[in-house]
């Protein structure tokens, strides 16, 4: 289906083991994002990627890692997740290099760290 | 630092009843606004932008939002509120930031709606 698709929906993981997010969007945007979503302080962007092989670090990056090696898919991986990551995460795509160009978001993946 | 403030967290509002949700931001420079709504369980949709020209701008779903660059602020309005209306809503600004676009968003209002 086309548009911007998240995996798993749902995903619930111990402390200290290693979780992957993935997103996958059909539309070739150049741009890609990922957020975390918590009560209090709305969405914090967490990496983004302007291109295949180009990330850079967003507002709260720490413990997180991203790949981008194709244009279409951007994983978050949690390399060892801690309770304070539990979290709703929403990828983003974005086309063009202006901040005027809208943002296509996922629906999100509910993570929960026991 | 670009920041967006919501100062409602929590708006109840009757069907039928007019809508204005608050929006105040900082940034530097001419700043381009945002407005999503969240439905529950789903991702983020675009409602309107606004960039330069006309400070009322117009959006899906029968919103509108207006600029005033005096008081920083970007509210969004609706006439006549409908049950579906009921979501959260954040505000954004752009900023640029490297090479790039980010959004820095607001930490919404959730709307309930009465029948």
């Known amino acids: 289906d086309a548009g911007i698709t998240q995996s798993p929906r749902y995903k619930i993981t111990e402390t200290g083991r290693q979780v992957t997010l993935m997103c996958h969007q059909t539309w070739s945007h150049s741009y890609m994002f990922w957020y975390r979503q918590d009560l209090g302080h709305g969405l914090r962007l967490i990496y983004y990627s302007a291109a295949a092989d180009i990330t850079d670090k967003g507002e709260v990056p720490d413990g997180y890692v991203v790949s981008r090696s194709k244009t279409e898919n951007f994983p978050l991986t949690l390399e060892s997740a801690t309770r304070s990551q539990t979290s709703v995460y929403f990828c983003a795509s974005s086309d063009g290099t202006g901040i005027y160009n809208e943002q296509f978001f996922g629906p999100g993946t509910r993570l929960t760290v026991l | 630092a670009q920041s967006v403030t919501q100062p409602d967290i929590h708006i109840t509002v009757s069907e039928g009843a007019s809508l204005e949700l608050r929006c105040n931001y900082s940034y530097g420079a001419t700043p381009y606004l945002f407005w999503y709504v969240q439905s529950p369980g789903q991702g983020l949709q675009l409602l309107l932008k606004y960039f330069s020209g006309d400070t009322l701008v117009q959006g899906i779903k029968g919103f509108e939002a207006e600029f005033k660059r005096s008081q920083s602020s970007f509210n969004l309005r609706k006439p006549s509120v409908h049950w579906s209306d009921a979501a959260e809503y954040f505000c954004?600004?752009?900023?640029?930031?490297?090479?790039?676009?980010?959004?820095?968003f607001g930490t919404g209002t959730l709307l309930a709606v009465q029948p």
């Open positions: 954004a600004v752009g900023a640029r930031g490297g090479a790039t676009n980010k959004l820095i």
